[in-house]
């Protein structure tokens, strides 16, 4: 078996491709070294969690998001102090800023609360939402409510910024035209919305994802880079024309057309391709690699490859 060495040197692998030790590893590749790393730092791998900080410092925008969404995706304490530093440090892009924000929420990080308070004030919008929401979920979960409200087991295993709304006994239709009317209520706070879009996620229906779509025309970035995050879960065809007016659309923030490029590639159906390929030459960098990144995944799902992930690691059970 072996395993300790098969595993450390799986590791040195998956590091020198994660962190383009060659300086010529395409991007593509290092975004499946890290879907491998992800899998052994969920595990409580310590130094896959190392890692991935450690990309922290490279200067792809997309690439340091990413990072920074796995590692609150981790549930590992490790990965606390690294996502603190991307939060802190101000001439870092606003996307990662947000996307460290979250995972301190994902993990539930109540050491972090003070300091995602202090981030309430942020010159960003997408920073200030974002810890408004990390906020808010770590109190929901160390709240009564989230104890007794009853809700339905979701079939996506991320941990969200925020927990579908509870069930209510409503009959279907209605229950996606209430949730509608709640996703687009700005007089509501932005985590009970945010609990109304992953409700409409895991109804995931035609009509949910009509309603999850009128979000797009949300004032709030973050806001819309969600809804596009939350089709790309869904990977359903009905949300296609929807994303792609998105990636079209060149006034919109990159933030949500890299989003938007991104589900497309999850969605992978053959009206994907042509417009990811448009796009891999976008004039912002980040919808630029989200379009690269997507073509890959797409090539992926219609290969019949079995593994996304490079050096497969060989976990034993
Ligand atoms: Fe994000
Ligand atoms: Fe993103």
Redesign the pocket.
């Known amino acids: 078996m072996g395993g300790l060495d098969t595993r450390d040197s799986t590791l040195d692998a998956l590091e020198e491709t994660l962190l383009n030790k060659s300086g010529d590893v395409p991007l593509a590749l290092r975004f499946r070294a890290l879907f491998s790393l992800k899998a052994l730092g969920t595990e409580g791998n310590v130094r896959a969690i190392e890692i991935i900080a450690e990309g922290l410092k490279d200067d792809s925008a997309?690439l340091k998001?990413?990072l920074a969404?796995v590692l609150g995706q981790t549930r590992q304490e490790a990965a606390v102090v690294p996502l603190q530093l991307s939060l802190k440090n101000l001439s870092e892009d606003p996307?990662v800023r947000h996307?460290a924000a979250e995972a301190l929420g994902a993990l539930g990080d109540q050491g972090s609360l003070p300091l995602l308070r202090e981030y309430l004030h942020d010159k960003e919008e997408v920073v200030r939402q974002t810890c408004e929401l990390a906020i808010e979920r770590i109190e929901w979960e160390t709240s009564e409510k989230s104890k007794t409200e009853k809700i339905q087991k979701s079939a996506y295993t991320s941990i969200d910024p925020a927990p579908p709304l509870p069930l209510d006994g409503d009959e279907h239709d209605e229950k996606v035209e209430k949730l509608q009317q709640k996703l687009n209520d700005q007089s509501l706070s932005l985590f009970h919305r945010y609990r109304a879009m992953f409700r409409l996620r895991d109804i995931g229906t035609p009509a949910a994802i009509d309603a999850l779509a009128s979000g797009f025309s949300d004032p709030s970035a973050l806001f819309r880079?969600e809804i596009a995050?939350v089709f790309g879960q869904l990977s359903h065809p009905h949300s296609v024309p929807a994303l792609i007016s998105v990636l079209r659309n060149t006034r919109e923030e990159s933030?949500v057309r890299?989003?938007a490029a991104?589900a497309l590639g999850s969605v992978g159906t053959a009206e994907c391709l042509p417009v990811l390929k448009e796009f891999s030459t976008d004039e912002e960098q980040v919808v630029r690699e989200s379009c690269v990144v997507a073509v890959d995944m797409w090539e992926h799902e219609n290969s019949g490859e079995v593994e996304y992930a490079v050096y497969a690691p060989k976990v034993e059970a």
């Open positions: 997309l998001h990413e969404y996307m996307e880079h995050y933030m890299h989003e991104e």
